[in-house]
């Protein structure tokens, strides 16, 4: 039976994850590095960041903060500015929230969390919200998800994650947690095999849990 749903934030429920990889881009090209989509991808489901292909070229420590707070004040101007919106997303969870407990799983950082959610009622459906510095390691780690069972005071089997990422599948599967895969055309060629279930749109998610636990 699952009385808890786990999410994801970006990608699932708001559409910022192309805006995080262009200000990423953008300023971490003074470095000397040429960030593609494609290494972008590639290296989210390990944890490895671009700046670490930075550091492999030598760049110093200083020169990376410099570039990050740049990245991190061009991505906030993105969250302001560029349409990030899910068609359909807070319906579905005003839905689920009747029957379940629910809780936002977050790899933001909470000032971009609060700023993406400062105009929106999405947080309003959830019992609580961890973004990073609420756990001690980020997705893939477990360590987020497993924070969140123990706040519910719940066995994983209660719970399903729902995520868009690789890097988020790993981090619920480690937690010991069924996932879902939701489709999101950004992330696109990552590997989701270890996903208990994917869905084309949070819309096939509620009657997916009716089914679940009507069967179990």
């Known amino acids: 039976m699952k009385s808890y749903i786990l999410w994801d934030n970006d990608g699932v429920l708001v559409h910022t994850e192309p805006w995080y990889f262009e200000a990423t881009r953008r300023c971490i090209k003074p470095l000397g590095v040429e960030l593609t989509e494609q290494h972008y991808l590639h290296d989210m489901p390990i944890g490895r960041t671009a700046w670490d292909r930075a550091r492999q070229l030598g760049v110093s420590e200083a020169d990376i903060a410099a570039q990050r707070d740049q990245r991190d ?45 400062r105009h929106r009622n999405l ?70 095999s270890a996903a208990k279930y994917q869905i084309d749109s949070l819309a096939e998610l509620p009657p997916l849990l009716q089914r679940l636990n009507n069967n179990s």
């Open 73 to 117: 004040i061009l991505y906030r101007e993105f969250l302001r500015t560029e349409a990030i919106e899910i068609e359909g997303v807070e319906s579905v969870l005003a839905t689920l929230a009747e029957d379940y407990g629910m809780a936002i799983v977050t790899t933001a950082k909470k000032r971009d969390f609060e700023l993406i959610h």
């Open 123 to 192: 947080s309003s459906h959830m019992h609580f919200v961890l973004t990073n510095g609420d756990y001690t390691n980020a997705k893939p780690a477990p360590d987020p998800y497993l924070a969140a069972l123990e706040r519910f005071n719940a066995a994983p089997a209660q719970a399903i994650a729902v995520e868009d990422s690789e890097r988020g599948l790993k981090s619920a599967v480690a937690a010991g947690i069924d996932c879902v895969i939701v489709a999101n055309n950004f992330i696109r060629g990552q590997n989701f």
